[in-house]
């Protein structure tokens, strides 16, 4: 089977030398450099989040990215993902359309509703209206990448009359959809004949081939060859096992338990940790031991796409750099070779 193998990160706060956060401006500049680092060692994908909250730098992705695009030669990359719910279709369509000339046709758009809430209130939106927003304003945008101009009308937002939009789109910009693996979610991509990428951030990674089944199978009934499906998951590598899982475990902990707070979860435990590495959704490891896990996830679940969410909380800018470095030299072509063995 063929499989890209991208990158993601929020931009998560790092430390530096003294282990005191880094401010914002550096951990951007930052994320910058890792994208180039991973444009020279063959990612196929380089993705960046967007948040509006302290412990993520990110929260105008697209100008990460064009920054990105103007230093690269050949990686793709794009958001992981814009929560085009709080957003207005026609101006991420159109800062899309900009970054996707600046790379020359590299771009791509990942498009959720947020598992972060932050943005809802900060831009005016009411979250009563969640589901309304997303399926209204992804309906704008599959219309927007679809022709020249858009006739199109709903309730979050002034209507289009035979409208165009600018700047026009001079390659394909591929667009995905990403969830959390709701059978709902996943039939709305089908809907707008949209790529699939799907958010598997703890528990068992196999379990969620039943959605890629409702995915495929909807296609099957459409008449239409299934449009690709990806996995986004968190992980780390590291040149071995034991480096990595000690090397991760603090800022992953610190991130998890943070975040946890906010939402009613208890604080991470190490077996747990320890579990999500033997059987769950963390890939964390040397290159062998990640490239084995990836492969096993691509074969199992019938995915054409693998982003590794590589940034986690304090961790520092010199251990992302050398996982981004791994990822490129030796897990991506591992992978490959173990599944073109079968």
């Given at each position: 089977?063929?499989?890209?193998?991208?990158?993601?990160?929020?931009g998560?706060?790092?430390?530096?030398?003294?282990?005191?956060?880094l401010?914002?401006?550096?951990?951007?500049r930052?994320?910058?450099?890792?994208?180039?680092?991973?444009?020279?060692?063959?990612?196929?994908?380089?993705?960046?989040?967007?948040?509006?909250?302290?412990?993520?730098?990110?929260?105008?992705?697209?100008?990460?990215?064009?920054?990105?695009?103007?230093?690269?030669k050949?990686?793709h990359?794009g958001?992981?993902?814009?929560?085009?719910?709080?957003?207005?279709?026609?101006?991420?369509?159109?800062r899309f359309?900009?970054?996707?000339?600046?790379?020359?046709?590299?771009?791509?758009?990942?498009l959720?509703?947020?598992?972060f809430?932050?943005?809802f209130?900060l831009?005016?939106?009411?979250?009563k209206?969640y589901?309304?927003?997303f399926?209204?304003?992804?309906?704008?945008?599959?219309a927007?990448?679809a022709?020249?101009?858009?006739?199109w009308?709903?309730?979050t937002?002034?209507?289009l009359?035979?409208?165009?939009?600018?700047?026009?789109?001079?390659?394909?910009?591929?667009?995905?959809?990403g969830?959390?693996?709701?059978?709902?979610?996943?039939?709305?991509?089908?809907?707008?004949?949209?790529?699939?990428?799907?958010?598997?951030?703890?528990?068992?990674?196999?379990r969620?081939?039943?959605?890629?089944?409702i995915?495929?199978?909807?296609?099957?009934?459409?008449?239409k060859?299934?449009?690709?499906?990806?996995?986004?998951?968190?992980?780390?590598?590291?040149?071995?096992?034991?480096?990595?899982?000690?090397?991760?475990?603090?800022?992953?902990?610190?991130?998890?338990?943070?975040?946890?707070?906010?939402?009613?979860w208890?604080?991470?435990?190490?077996?747990?940790?320890?579990r999500?590495?033997?059987?769950?959704?963390?890939?964390?490891?040397?290159?062998?031991?990640?490239?084995?896990k990836?492969?096993?996830?691509?074969?199992?679940?019938?995915?054409?796409r693998?982003?590794l969410?590589y940034?986690?909380?304090?961790?520092?800018?010199?251990?992302?750099?050398?996982?981004?470095?791994?990822?490129?030299?030796k897990?991506?072509?591992?992978?490959r070779?173990?599944l073109?063995?079968?």
């Open positions: 089977m063929s499989l890209e193998l991208g990158l993601d990160t929020f998560d706060v790092t430390s530096g030398a003294d282990g005191k956060p401010p914002h401006a550096q951990v951007i930052d994320v910058v450099e890792q994208a180039v680092v991973a444009d020279e060692v063959g990612v196929d994908f380089f993705g960046v989040g967007e948040h509006h909250r302290a412990d993520f730098a990110v929260s105008a992705p697209e100008v990460v990215l064009a920054a990105i695009a103007a230093r690269t050949r990686v990359m958001t992981a993902v814009t929560v085009l719910s709080s957003d207005d279709p026609v101006r991420v369509f159109q359309s900009t970054v996707n000339a600046i790379a020359n046709g590299r771009a791509e758009a990942i959720g509703r947020g598992s809430t932050e943005s209130p831009f005016g939106y009411a979250l209206d589901e309304k927003l399926e209204e304003k992804l309906d704008l945008f599959a927007l990448i022709g020249e101009s858009v006739t009308s709903g309730e937002r002034s209507p009359n035979n409208q165009r939009v600018f700047p026009s789109l001079e390659n394909k910009l591929t667009t995905w959809v969830v959390g693996g709701s059978p709902e979610s996943v039939l709305r991509a089908a809907k707008h004949n949209l790529p699939l990428m799907i958010a598997i951030i703890g528990g068992e990674p196999h969620f081939r039943p959605f890629v089944e995915h495929n199978r909807v296609y099957r009934e459409m008449g060859p299934p449009a690709p499906v990806g996995v986004h998951s968190p992980g780390y590598v590291a040149d071995t096992d034991e480096r990595a899982r000690e090397e991760f475990w603090p800022s992953y902990k610190g991130m998890r338990d943070r975040i946890g707070a906010e939402r009613g208890p604080p991470m435990r190490r077996e747990e940790y320890d999500e590495i033997a059987v769950g959704s963390l890939y964390v490891g040397s290159p062998e031991t990640v490239a084995k990836i492969a096993s996830t691509a074969a199992g679940l019938g995915v054409s693998f982003d969410k940034s986690a909380g304090a961790l520092s800018h010199g251990n992302i750099t050398r996982c981004v470095e791994l990822y490129g030299t897990v991506i072509p591992l992978a070779e173990i073109a063995r079968g």
